[in-house]
């Protein structure tokens, strides 16, 4: 894994969407729904900052010189704290995330000495967003079939009670068979088994 550029405000160091994004192996697209759908949990200042204005203007102008693009018709950007990402990991929670995550507290956040080369596998293609809705597709079939099997296998433990339920008072009929003598006590054997 190689370090992301570093960018810092209010003198801590944060990641772009996009770095952030390119990091946990997903797209800008799923760090804003995630955002989003969990808004309640980040708090301004704490988990991200939210730069606009003026102040967006000159960090557009600052990250152009390292290298890292904001696109142009943006008014707002957010910038994700060491706490900001870890929301996000949570909520992607695949093992890669948390490895980077790990790995970025290490040695982005904290500032440690550099990390040792690990072999990487080579960079993907951001998602479109076709491909993007495709894979929640995918996903969310994935869900309804693994609901569908869970379902399935109640339903059969179900009909193998009733059947061993109805096998036992089957049995218990031939042996009273077998045993008139028995016939006044049938219902107090039912009533055991």
């Not at 996009?18 to 697209?29: K, N, P, R, V």
């Not at 949570?90 to 072999?119: C, G, H, I």
């Not at 008072?169 to 077998?178: E, G, K, Q, Y």
Request: proline share 5%.
């Amino acid at each position: 894994m190689n370090l992301p550029k570093i960018i810092e405000r209010a003198g801590e160091r944060v990641l772009t969407t996009a770095q952030l994004a390119a990091e946990y192996e997903t797209d800008a697209i799923t760090i804003q729904q995630n955002f989003h759908n969990n808004k309640r949990r980040y708090i301004e200042g704490k988990h991200f900052y939210l730069v606009t204005g003026d102040a967006l203007r000159t960090l557009k102008r600052d990250l152009e010189k390292i290298e890292v693009v904001i696109p142009k018709n943006v008014n707002r950007y957010y910038l994700w704290t060491e706490r900001g990402a870890l929301l996000h990991a949570k909520s992607l929670n695949t093992d890669k995330a948390w490895q980077v995550y790990d790995f970025l507290v290490e040695y982005y956040f904290r500032k440690s000495a550099l990390p040792p080369k690990l072999p990487t596998a080579p960079p993907k293609e951001p998602l479109t967003a076709e491909q993007c809705k495709q894979k929640h597709t995918a996903a969310l079939l994935s869900e309804l079939r693994r609901k569908q099997e869970a379902l399935a296998i109640a339903e059969a433990e179900l009909a193998i009670a009733r059947v061993s339920a109805s096998g036992k008072r089957r049995a218990v009929a031939d042996f009273i068979m077998l045993n008139p003598e028995l016939m006044p006590y049938a219902n107090l054997i039912e009533a055991h088994e």
